[in-house]
């Protein structure tokens, strides 16, 4: 499965941006998909997940209530929408598919090239 995110940008605090990552298979529509992000010198951290048929969606702490995952299983694409975004928010978002409903990136094996997300304060 390939994945390919995309929908970053330069962003003002408050604002809000929505990512999207397409696959490539339709097999895609089996697994979990993940976002996770990685600041600069930081370690890739998790930010969201939605199960394969998107009825069951997981949040880190820090963006619950700002960030919301969603897919599109007969566009094999799945979503972020992010609102009220912080400086902190800013990272490489990377999106990934795995078979279990973790948040831990070693589970994921299939990863996307990343889009950058800046928010300026």
């Known amino acids: 499965v390939q994945l390919q995110a995309s929908g970053g940008g330069l962003v003002q605090a408050g604002g809000s941006l929505r990512l999207s990552c397409a696959a490539s298979?339709?097999?895609?529509?089996?697994?979990?998909m993940g976002w996770f992000r990685q600041a600069p010198g930081k370690e890739r951290e998790f930010v969201a997940a939605i199960s394969s048929s998107g009825g069951r969606t997981y949040y880190a702490d820090s963006v619950k209530g700002r960030f919301a995952a969603s897919r599109d299983n007969a566009k094999n694409t799945v979503y972020l929408q992010m609102n009220s975004l912080k400086p902190e928010d800013t990272a490489v978002y990377y999106c990934?598919?795995?078979?279990?409903?973790?948040?831990?990136?070693?589970?994921?094996?299939?990863w996307g090239q990343g889009t950058q997300v800046t928010v300026s304060s």
């Open positions: 990934a598919a795995g078979p279990f409903e973790t948040v831990t990136p070693d589970t994921y094996a299939y």
């Open positions: 298979e339709r097999t895609y529509n089996n697994y979990v």
